[in-house]
DNA sequence: GCCGTTTTCGGCCCGACTGTTTTCAGTCG
């Protein structure tokens, strides 16, 4: 039996509402809690772990008792603690508590009021008009679960960040413009750490009017519902079934309300047990002595996290695991940005199935101010890609070099050769061997088993001509899921071959994931930021893939193509076994 | 259940809003 970790914090998560359902100690919910979502950000995969015999404990949030759950998951299937809390408890509980406004109270009340097992037994109830009246619900709050209930099954519970993003961008531009007094607003939450989905949009303001701005919110075409209407805080729900999250603020104690809305929520907790034990009490207004009982506002976040004794932690890497124990040190990375970028490597063309021209392509990496990049249309293979036959490739390798002479960018000639299935490429080596980059992909035969796959991958990469494997996982966000392979069998094999690994800035796609390329970043494995950009516009998704890169914990010296043109020139023309060697000897003076 | 430069026991983040309550419980983030 394959175990993975979102298998594993699923349970414990689960283990927490039975626990909470139950009416256990809230702290020890807190800890499974907790637990299930360190896992969920663990870079390492568990069940290896548990093969190779370590020790859980070292994990912070993990003692002994939660290791040993571990182990008898991974060992067994089961845990034995989980199935009696199943057992004992209402059949159906935790389907209900699916249901927003529906917490552990609630789910019990209405599990021994209504004997309903199921959401659908639920509304039936609810139309029925059995629930209103029932101990301590009345009309409004029946209404609301049976929105709540309904709005459920036509929404998808996150929304990847490239939906959310334009749109907040675009509800903040139109909030500006549509309040008379002057306001800032600043996206925070799920939002600004850049995880690839997001629950709700999160919206800090200030503004000397705020229900000015709170009325110009809920007055918006796409507003279908208003759930929360108050002098701080609007809920409102858009069309879409995107929830908007509106927060006033006030200027002086912006640091505080931008840091507490940034979350996430873990992370907000061990900064305020970390604040406690000095003495201290922090929420959104500020940080309060606990001696004095005086209330000390921060304007900005970097003067808040420095008067904590912290060095200033980025959004990405607010995720509550070992971030604030670093920041104490001042350890933290100096994390990669967009314009650290100096070239992309994965680009296709209307030669292909691209939509723009080559120069329309060329010129805008030259305004993005790149020093070089790679041209890669498919190959022959992918035919729904109008993939280049050998012939077209050779024309279009003549082609880039003529162009070459009008533009003041380093045009190198490239291919996405397809990975065929049984691990050979989709060209021969003769033409091959007239590239300069060869991005190698998976893009049939993706149902393969696990060691099928790996091997087909290992063989890709042990190829003299792959300069990286692009979108390793293949995985399409929300609609297709992710290969299966063996991670540390094909890292081991990168780092043996010299093989770089793709992070994919497609926002569809952002593959590498980011514990993915944190992990490929442990290993020493160069890491390549690409657009994968069919158009003009692609160029622009570099953004989500720095957030890949950032949440992964990336520095500069861990991208590939942040090299400066004639380091990079150095390093792809090097021979595999040595191209590793020269990635790190081009950052000189770090470790 | 986890954790510790005070601790191996005794702590454990903090506030806004709603609905149904006449003072607060439940839910959410």
């Known amino acids: 039996m394959v175990v993975t970790n979102e298998q594993l914090a699923d349970i414990f998560e689960k283990m ?18 907790r637990a299930g979502r360190t896992i969920e950000n663990l870079s390492v995969s568990l069940e290896n772990c548990v093969r190779d015999k370590e020790d859980l404990k070292q994990i912070p949030g993990i003692g002994k008792a939660i290791n040993d759950k571990i182990y008898e998951y991974v060992e067994t299937g089961r845990i034995s603690v989980y199935d009696k809390l199943v057992e004992e408890l209402p059949q159906g509980i935790l389907t209900l508590m699916t249901v927003p406004s529906i917490g552990p109270k609630t789910a019990v009340l209405i599990s021994n009021e209504l004997d309903v097992t199921s959401l659908e037994e639920l509304e039936q109830a609810i139309l029925d008009n059995q629930l209103a009246g029932v101990n301590g619900i009345g009309k409004k709050t029946s209404e609301n679960i049976l929105r709540n209930l309904q709005e459920l099954r036509t929404k998808d519970r996150r929304t990847p960040i490239a939906v959310a993003l334009p749109l907040a961008e675009s509800i903040i531009r139109r909030l500006e413009s549509a309040c008379e007094e002057p306001v800032n607003l600043y996206p925070v939450g799920s939002l600004r750490r850049w995880e690839e989905t997001i629950g709700d949009i999160d919206i800090v303001c200030i503004s000397s009017n705020p229900s000015s701005v709170s009325k110009a919110i809920v007055g918006f075409e796409e507003v279908s519902d208003v759930l929360v209407q108050g002098d701080k805080k609007t809920s409102v729900v858009l069309e879409s079934g995107i929830q908007l999250d509106l927060r006033v603020a006030d200027s002086k104690s ?77 350890i933290l990375p100096q994390l990669i940005q967009e314009n650290d970028l100096n070239g992309d490597l994965h680009i296709h063309t209307d030669w292909s199935d691209g939509r723009d021209s080559m120069e329309e392509m060329i010129k805008t990496a030259v305004e993005l101010g790149y020093e070089y990049m790679a041209i890669t249309d498919h190959s022959a293979g992918l035919g729904v890609a109008h993939g280049l036959s050998i012939d077209r490739l050779e024309t279009h390798i003549n082609n880039l070099h003529e162009l070459q002479e009008k533009f003041a960018i380093r045009i190198l000639c490239g291919s996405e050769v397809d990975i065929r299935a049984d691990g050979s490429l989709d060209y021969p080596d003769e033409i091959l061997d007239k590239l300069d980059v060869v991005v190698a992909s998976v893009h049939s035969a993706m149902g393969q088993d696990s060691d099928k796959m790996t091997h087909r991958l290992i063989r890709a990469m042990n190829h003299k001509s792959v300069t990286m494997i692009g979108h390793l996982s293949t995985r399409i966000i929300g609609h297709r899921p992710s290969i299966t392979f063996d991670m540390e069998q094909i890292l081991l094999a990168a780092k043996s071959s010299g093989t770089a690994l793709e992070i994919n800035a497609s926002p569809e796609r952002l593959d590498l994931k980011d514990t993915h390329a944190n992990l490929a970043k442990e290993f020493g494995i160069p890491l390549v930021l690409n657009t994968d950009s069919h158009n003009v516009d692609g160029f622009h998704n570099r953004r989500y893939g720095i957030a890949v890169a950032r949440r992964a914990w990336c520095e500069p010296r861990h991208v590939l193509n942040t090299l400066p043109l004639s380091r990079f020139i150095e390093y792809v023309s090097a021979p595999k076994p040595e191209r590793n060697e020269i990635f790190v000897a081009n950052w000189p003076g770090v470790d």
């Open 254 to 330: 912006l640091g505080s309300m931008l840091q507490y809305f940034t979350g996430s929520q873990q992370h907000n907790i061990r900064l305020r047990e970390y604040a406690n034990r000095k003495g201290l009490s922090v929420n959104e207004y500020g940080i309060t002595n606990d001696s004095t009982g005086t209330l000390e506002t921060f304007a900005d976040e970097e003067s808040f996290y420095n008067r904590l004794g912290l060095q200033y932690v980025p959004p990405e890497l607010r995720v509550g695991i070992n971030e604030i124990s670093m920041a104490e040190k001042y």
């Open 16 to 33: 927490a509402t039975l626990l909470e359902i139950k009416g256990d100690s809230v702290f020890k919910i807190r800890a499974y809690r």
